[in-house]
């Protein structure tokens, strides 16, 4: 059976959320939006907790107008740090921010992007990890990372939003 597949975007914004649960730090971006799903949001934006497989979510992403990725960055500073960066931004090959999924970020927006020309924008919020060894939970300087990183995810909300302070109301 053939299916059929509609191109057009279905969310203006999604955030996905990466990482994986067994491997402490790693898991901070489902952490992260774990945090955000119960808050009251407009239908316009997906909030996903993406796991380990970005694959799995080829076709959501490449129907979203703009991308925000929550994830564990290795920046090479000091752990807990916080980083904001655009995907146009990353040069092609680096390793300075890299995720441990497998497939890269770019690849798969890159899938997304022939097959619909979106996300126009992908924005990457993360956190510097202390280990991403074997273990659930994560390292106390995540712990304490954790409330500036979700409140700078929720002023991207609502820089997307307009600046609109309703945008997301608590649970």
């Known amino acids: 059976m053939i299916r059929s597949w509609n191109p057009a975007p279905q969310s ?3 955030i996905l959320g990466l990482g ?3 491997m402490g730090d790693d898991g901070l971006g489902v952490y992260a939006a774990e945090k955000l799903l119960p ?3 407009p239908p316009e934006i997906d909030i996903v907790d993406g796991g380990t497989s970005l694959l799995l979510y080829l076709e959501q992403i490449s129907r979203s107008r703009r991308l925000l990725v ?14 904001r960066i655009h995907l146009d931004d990353i040069s092609e090959g ?4 890299r995720t441990a999924h497998g497939i890269t970020l770019p690849d798969v927006i890159g899938l997304a992007r022939l097959l619909t020309g979106s996300p ?4 990457i919020i993360g956190a510097e990890p202390l280990e991403c060894h074997p273990g659930v939970g994560i390292s106390p300087p995540l712990v304490a990372a954790l409330p500036r990183l979700v409140e700078q995810v929720i002023h991207e909300i609502r820089r997307h939003c307009n600046q609109k302070e309703n945008v997301l109301r608590g649970p």
Do not use: C, K, R, W
């Open 12 to 14: 203006e914004l999604l």
């Open 20 to 22: 994986n649960l067994l």
């Open 39 to 41: 808050f009251h949001h």
């Open 70 to 83: 929550i994830d564990a960055l290795f920046g090479n500073q000091p752990p807990g740090s916080l980083y």
């Open 94 to 97: 680096t390793n300075s921010f």
């Open 120 to 123: 126009s924008q992908v924005t």
